[in-house]
């Protein structure tokens, strides 16, 4: 009887949305601060991270991670901006944004925060007498723009773990509480994922997501992904 191993690459995907809303709602290392003395916050945050790793010479893989945060607060008062960036194992961020624009909107107050996490992944050699390869592009992302608003978000990725995974995590709410956030956010991902063999077996799926919403809101979402290699 003759049998054979076949490297699948799958995933387990898990999204958690909620929103409430007087509005609309559509669901379909270089670091540095600068803060101004006229109550301006501004930060950008880029990094780009990659292991490559053996196995017994006969599995290989490379994880690439791609990781920008940027926020900006003007004309602004009582707020308070915390970023945390840590790649001991992989890459992990934590950030919370509190703003709270001066008078009203109509003096040009307004925070705006963008933050991308990328995950790129290719396995090779998962059978022993076969060039097996798996590719996997994951992407999530977050952008909020307005006044009077709490902003927390929290990033994982663990690019030496086996499998692979990317976890991300966004709250926005008003910045007293019981308020609601006044603006507009969007958060999302996207995935790409391939797998085939030099026996001419090839396998595609694509994957994409994003909610929004704008006026008055409170927003959270959870993101998580998971690669699974099966032999």
Not at 72 to 93: A, M
Request: net charge negative.
């Amino acid at each position: 009887m003759n049998t054979r191993r076949v490297a699948i690459i799958g995933a387990m995907i898990a999204i958690l949305t909620l929103i409430s809303a007087i509005g609309s709602v559509n669901a379909d290392v270089s670091f540095s601060y600068n803060f101004t003395g006229n109550c301006d916050i501004k930060a950008n945050d880029n990094y780009k991270g990659e292991v490559i790793s053996y196995e017994a010479k006969a599995k290989s893989s490379i994880n690439e991670v791609q990781y920008s945060f940027n926020a900006l607060g003007t004309n602004s008062t009582n707020s308070s901006l915390y970023h945390s960036l840590d790649t001991v194992k992989g890459l992990e961020t934590n950030s919370i944004f509190n703003y709270a624009a001066k008078g009203n909107s109509t003096e040009g107050g307004v925070m705006d925060m963008t933050e991308n996490i990328g995950l790129t992944s290719i396995y090779s050699g998962y059978a022993s007498k076969s060039n097996e390869a798996s590719y996997e592009e994951v992407n999530a992302y977050s952008k909020l723009a307005g006044t009077n608003m709490l902003t927390a978000t929290a990033a994982k990725v663990g690019i030496a773990d086996d499998p692979v995974g990317l976890q991300y995590k966004i709250y926005a709410d008003g910045q007293t509480e019981g308020a609601w956030a006044n603006g507009k956010v969007s958060a999302g991902v996207s995935m790409y994922i391939a797998n085939g063999s030099d026996r001419g077996l090839w396998s595609k799926w694509s994957y994409e997501e994003e909610s929004t919403a704008s006026g008055s809101f409170e927003f959270y979402k959870i993101i998580a992904y998971t690669s699974k290699i099966m032999n």
